[in-house]
């Protein structure tokens, strides 16, 4: 994927919100800006992270990991590192925290576009903020599930109502809300 393709992916999003639909157009903005340097996590004030939100073919289960770092139960995600295919950021990602092999069905185009503040972290990084660009994939519940011990306590199937539970942030529950909505 090209910036120009990605670009267009994100003019053509079906926002859900006002929000959704400003991060877009701040993401165009970022990349028309600063090129290549969009793209990696030495941009110190914002920079692009690419994240898959996985649910089963039926839509009624997720599947989240317990964040090492964070402590909580989300999606799968990370830096792009200079990648300017960010769906395929998101799948490394995914595969990298989750070690599951199998090649998930893809919802076509980007799922949603947040923007996220990141408070000063362990590694001596100043509070920046994230545009990430979310896809989803549908996986089937009875893969072989593993993870990666230095990102990730854990992964787990939760139905919608556990994850919620678990997680109880507002972005997970509009995410969940999209997927029940998808036809």
């Known amino acids: ?87 395929s950021v998101a799948i490394r990602e995914f595969h990298e925290e989750s070690w599951v092999v199998e090649e998930p069905e893809f919802f076509p185009g980007i799922f949603h576009v947040g923007v996220h503040d990141v408070p000063i972290d362990a590694k001596g990084r100043p509070p920046h903020f994230h545009f990430d660009l979310m896809y989803l994939w549908f996986l089937s519940p009875d893969v072989m599930l593993s993870h990666q011990a230095s990102e990730a306590d854990g992964i787990w199937w939760f139905t919608f109502d556990e994850a919620q539970k678990m997680n109880n942030e507002p972005l997970l529950s509009l995410l969940i809300e999209k997927i029940r909505n998808l036809p």
């Open 1 to 87: 994927m090209s910036k120009e393709s990605l670009i267009h992916e994100l003019i053509n999003h079906n926002s859900w919100s006002r929000n959704e639909s400003d991060a877009a157009l701040k993401v165009i903005g970022w990349i028309e800006k600063h090129d290549d340097f969009a793209f990696v996590k030495e941009n110190l004030a914002w920079h692009l992270t690419g994240s898959m939100i996985i649910t089963n073919p039926e839509k009624t289960k997720i599947l989240l990991m317990l964040h090492k770092k964070f402590q909580r139960w989300q999606h799968f995600g990370g830096h792009c590192d200079g990648e300017v295919d960010v769906r």
